[in-house]
């Protein structure tokens, strides 16, 4: 059995209001399945765009194993969702709105998939909110496990 891979970009829920989630694949070579099989990706500053009806995820990270399975790493990737949600997706994309890659995972039967969220940015009195109440909820929980 082969370890699960669960990799998460912490920090887009610090940044963005998530509007939507998908769950999508996405067209990979040999070499960047077995480096994501590895942990070798890397999801900051990544997002989504359509192009010709297809939607596009650029910003990836994902970094060759060693020499022999060389890839692109930034390369922009293809990803695999319905036609109704990519129309649904396209149709909700205005102004201030923009698609990111939240979380890559493994399934119960080793397929990779994209974790992507319709978010909209959050403002700077919205970021120190989300600090305060994380703060807040710290406090509690160590008063409480006294």
Not at 14 to 32: N, P, R, W
């Amino acid at each position: 059995m082969e370890k699960a891979v669960n990799i998460q970009y912490r920090k887009a829920r610090y940044d963005y209001h998530f509007i939507e989630e998908y769950i999508a694949g996405a067209q990979l070579t040999g070499s960047e399945v077995k480096s994501i099989r590895d942990s070798r990706v890397s999801l900051v500053d990544n997002f989504c765009y359509f192009e010709k009806g297809e939607l596009w995820a650029k910003g990836i990270n994902i970094t060759p194993i060693d020499q022999n399975y060389v890839h692109e790493p930034l390369r922009p990737r293809k990803l695999l969702l319905h036609r109704k949600e990519l129309k649904r997706l396209e149709k909700e994309l205005v102004q201030g709105i923009t698609i990111v890659v939240i979380a890559v995972f493994t399934t119960a039967k080793g397929r990779i998939k994209f974790k992507i969220a319709l978010c909209r940015g959050k403002k700077d009195y919205d970021k120190r909110e989300t600090i305060k109440k994380r703060e807040a909820d710290r406090e509690m929980k160590n008063v409480n496990n006294f």
